[in-house]
């Protein structure tokens, strides 16, 4: 089943789906309030997101820490961004990524 990319005005979504029509009801599903922007067959059927990307790349392993910070601060989002900066010296942009990524990933 072909990997697809399809992006709406809050979400880029990643799904296999038979062809366009049926990646495109996923997102419609999931986000009704929301049209799709874009809708690409990716070549392959792996998807990669660069670290550095999302401004996470470095020395230490920001997924460990920005989880070990979620997992201190019981989900507060807030708390944990305030911890991250504290434990890494990062910003407060480059904290709300990393814990807002580990979120995604269900830490």
């Known amino acids: 089943m072909p990997l697809f990319e399809v992006e709406t005005e ?3 979504v990643i799904t ?3 062809d366009g029509d049926a990646a495109s009801a996923v997102v419609s599903d999931a986000y009704p309030q929301e049209h799709v922007m874009r809708l690409t067959k990716r070549p392959r059927d792996t998807w990669v997101i660069s670290k550095s990307a999302l ?3 470095g020395k230490m392993n920001p997924c460990h820490t920005a989880r070990d910070c979620l997992s201190k601060a019981e989900g507060d989002k807030v708390h944990a ?3 991250y900066m504290h434990e890494t010296g990062s910003d407060l942009e480059q904290a709300r990524k990393a814990i807002e990524s580990n979120m995604v ?3």
Request: aromatic share 14%.
């Open 10 to 12: 809050n979400h880029i």
């Open 16 to 18: 296999w789906a038979e």
């Open 55 to 57: 401004g996470i790349a």
């Open 81 to 83: 961004i305030r911890l």
């Open 105 to 107: 990933m269900g830490w």
